[in-house]
């Protein structure tokens, strides 16, 4: 589990933290535990499954991602990845080294590139993804099938909500203003 607290503890502190401080505070822990839980499950899956492949959680969903849609141009990878392009070409050159992915360019446009996997590539994930979804089991033991479904369900509300209003709600927000242009760790040196 990230972190040295459990869930229990930390929703105990907020609770206290916050007091009356009027806000909402069920949508914050739904929220909250959407975070906590995919922190814990990406640690889980990697320390238990990925890293005997010598794989990243990114490099697995870029994998998995080719697996099931085939080849595809890289910033379509990027954007069902929930990646940077950026990162993405680290990723691919990385499994490109593994003999796991191979990219190519674009037959009518030389400055698109275009990733698939490799029948290594397939084989792995043909073997790699059975031991992956029993730990998907593992993780949702504590849940029957009928809530496994009802969390899918509500997650892909929130995801859905997002989706479809997410683009509305920033302009809100920022007055119809670009976001502020992300900056990589990297600061200027003096």
Same mark, same amino acid.
């Given at each position: ?77 990027? !954007? @069902? ?6 990162? %993405?070409?680290? $990723?691919?050159?990385?499994? &490109?080294?593994? *003999?796991?992915? +191979? ?42 099938? !009928? @809530? ?6 509500? %997650?892909?509300? $929130?995801?859905?909500?997002? &989706?479809?209003? *997410?683009?509305? +709600? ?21």
């Amino acid at each position: 589990m990230p972190g040295e607290r459990s869930i229990t503890e930390t929703e105990r502190m907020v609770r206290a933290k916050l007091g009356d401080t009027p806000i909402r505070h069920e949508q914050m822990a739904m929220v909250g535990n959407i975070h906590r839980a995919a922190a814990a499950v990406r640690q889980h899956v990697e320390n238990s499954v990925l890293r005997g492949s010598d794989l990243t959680w990114t490099g697995f969903v870029v994998l998995w991602v080719v697996w099931i849609w085939g080849e595809m141009e890289t910033r379509q990878v990027a !954007e @069902e990845a929930g990646i940077s392009k950026g990162t %993405l070409t680290g $990723v691919a050159r990385t499994l &490109e080294s593994r *003999g796991l992915v +191979r990219r190519t360019e674009h037959p009518t446009d030389g400055r698109r590139v275009l990733l698939a996997l490799t029948d290594k590539g397939e084989a792995q994930m043909h073997s790699l993804f059975p031991e992956f979804n029993a730990e998907e089991a593992f993780v949702a033991e504590q849940l029957s099938d !009928e @809530e496994c479904l009802q969390t899918a369900d509500a %997650l892909r509300r $929130v995801v859905v909500q997002i &989706e479809a209003h *997410g683009e509305e +709600r920033r302009m809100q927000l920022l007055d119809g203003a670009p976001p502020v242009p992300r900056r990589s760790g990297r600061r200027p040196k003096a």
